[in-house]
């Protein structure tokens, strides 16, 4: 290929970051000077770009008041524009050289041209370069799965009340970044190094990148680490689909606990975070994890009975909406959640902007996680934080975290004449050894409780709600059976919102289930 043409081809080729495996070399890519300045160069732009997108008004004044409104200032500003155009095209040519002359790129570049075949798709996954040079490996047509329940079109919602209007404007520019941070492009940007890392050390695991299109036409970066085939380790054969919260990355985020406690794992990154596209309003959420469940069961070969949907923090609301959607999944572990959004911005808004926020969040944002969990008919498991800072209404305060709401609502819809709402409560702002005196104090028997659960299920079946349980049942044994359900369900951890979880606490959520 003559040097004019190589020049050519890499004016818009994609960045590349890592050689995983190569004879030659293996590391982080090196690039030279031409590069590097190219790079920076055009990272200064994006930046100005999208920080010029939120404060148009303020340029608008700032060119108004310097005289730039007229004939002789549109001239101005028409000189200005060229020679910024003149300093991209010289980023891009500097770059562009960078690349031609360096034997690594070339030698990468030859092999992403061939990644059209089986084999050289293989071969492209032993580098990590711009995501949006990588291959679509499974697309997703259209939604498999609706949520039961209709939703309001955009539209009604706006024509309802001026403060949808205000809402919608409000959540399309900051808001969605302020609920899902990760998103938030400067931040991407800052991380890219640390992500890069992280899917190296992914990678050092036998991990397997692939790219999925949802059907709003996003594409979704996903992470496979396979057990199945490890000699005497069933736990395998069980997926771990990993969902992160609101500024968590597969590269470093929960997917670690699972793979330490041996199971096969799939993390995938919310639309805009890392390097998956779009932004997390929640249709683009749910499409995501839709498009995720139809790989991991159609392309990775997971019956849904295999599957264990993991989800922090707001991660809890797509596992949520899976287990909805995918009624037959084996079980549902949600760390650190919530069951309502809503409270949680109430909280941290100011009280003369409660009508706005309750109106965008119904509206545009509407995350709540009770209302899809609680049809879900399997296995749930919720993990609070003792020490959560993050979801409780009052930060540390146990009795006020937002995973006791999640709970009363899930045992109140499965034991309806059974939960005692004062035991509960009671219990819920407890942890550790005072709930294990409140136990005490009412004789819960564990064994007995378990019996008599067993002994409903035998004579009713499994279905929920157990609508017969605790009719004709005293206060005292709806007491005991309130304190053992909510220690079944839910397990405190002794931390704060961010530290990770432990594998050994995590397997021990599932030992019924292995």
């Known amino acids: 290929m003559s040097h004019l043409r190589m020049f050519l081809k890499c004016f818009n080729s994609p960045s590349l970051h890592m050689i995983y495996q190569d004879s030659n070399f293996s590391g982080k890519y090196v690039r030279d000077r031409w590069e590097r300045l190219g790079d920076f160069s055009l990272n200064c732009v994006v930046i100005f770009w999208k920080l010029s997108i939120f404060t148009t008004p303020l340029i608008a004044i700032f060119f108004y008041r310097r005289g730039y409104m007229n004939m002789e200032g549109a001239a101005s500003l028409t000189k200005m524009s060229l020679w910024f155009g003149l300093f991209i095209g010289a980023s891009f040519c500097l770059r562009s050289y960078g690349r031609a002359s360096n034997p690594q790129y070339r030698f990468f570049l030859e092999k992403l041209n061939n990644a059209v075949t089986p084999r050289g798709l293989g071969e492209i996954k032993q580098f990590d370069f711009d995501f949006e040079a990588w291959p679509v490996e499974f697309q997703l047509p259209i939604r498999t799965s609706k949520k039961v329940e209709p939703k309001k079109s955009i539209f009604s919602s706006l024509i309802s009340s001026p403060c949808s209007i205000i809402g919608y404007l409000v959540l399309h520019t900051v808001g969605i970044r302020m609920i899902y941070p990760g998103s938030i492009t400067l931040l991407n940007m800052l991380l890219n190094s640390a992500l890069i890392d992280g899917r190296k050390a992914l990678i050092n695991k036998n991990g397997q990148r692939f790219k999925l299109k949802t059907p709003e036409g996003n594409t979704v970066d996903t992470m496979f680490i396979d057990k199945r085939n490890n000699v005497g380790n069933k736990k395998g054969n069980m997926l771990i689909l990993c969902t992160e919260g609101n500024a968590g990355f597969y590269e470093n985020g929960i997917m670690g606990t699972p793979i330490e406690a041996g199971f096969s ?92 926020v309750r109106v965008t969040i119904r509206s545009y944002a509407d995350l709540n996680v009770a209302r899809l969990l609680l049809n879900y008919p399997g296995l749930i498991k919720l993990i609070r934080r003792a020490d959560d800072e993050i979801i409780s209404i009052i930060p540390g305060d146990i009795a006020t975290n937002r995973g006791n709401d999640l709970l009363k609502k899930v045992l109140k819809r499965r034991y309806p004449n059974v939960i005692s709402d004062e035991v509960l409560t009671e219990w819920l702002s407890k942890t550790g050894s005072e709930q294990r005196r409140l136990s005490d104090e009412n004789n819960v028997n564990l064994s007995l409780s378990r019996q008599m659960i067993d002994s409903y299920i035998y004579d009713h079946g499994p279905a929920f709600p157990f609508t017969e349980l605790g009719k004709n049942m005293d206060d005292d044994i709806k007491a005991q059976l309130t304190i053992y359900l909510a220690g079944e369900y839910m397990k405190d951890y002794a931390s704060t919102h961010c530290v990770p979880l432990p594998s050994q606490v995590f397997q021990e959520l599932l030992e019924s289930i292995l």
């Open 265 to 356: 794992v799939l993390g995938w990154n919310h639309p805009g975070f890392g390097c998956s596209t779009g932004l997390p309003f929640v249709a683009d959420e749910e499409g995501a994890i839709n498009t995720v469940m139809e790989f991991a069961i159609n392309k990775l070969g997971f019956a849904p009975d295999q599957i264990v949907l993991y989800g922090w923090s707001i991660g809890g609301f797509a596992s949520s909406w899976a287990a909805e959607a995918y009624p037959n999944v084996r079980a549902v572990v949600l760390d650190a959640t919530f069951d309502d959004v809503l409270p949680l911005a109430l909280n941290q808004m100011p009280n003369a902007l409660d009508s706005i």
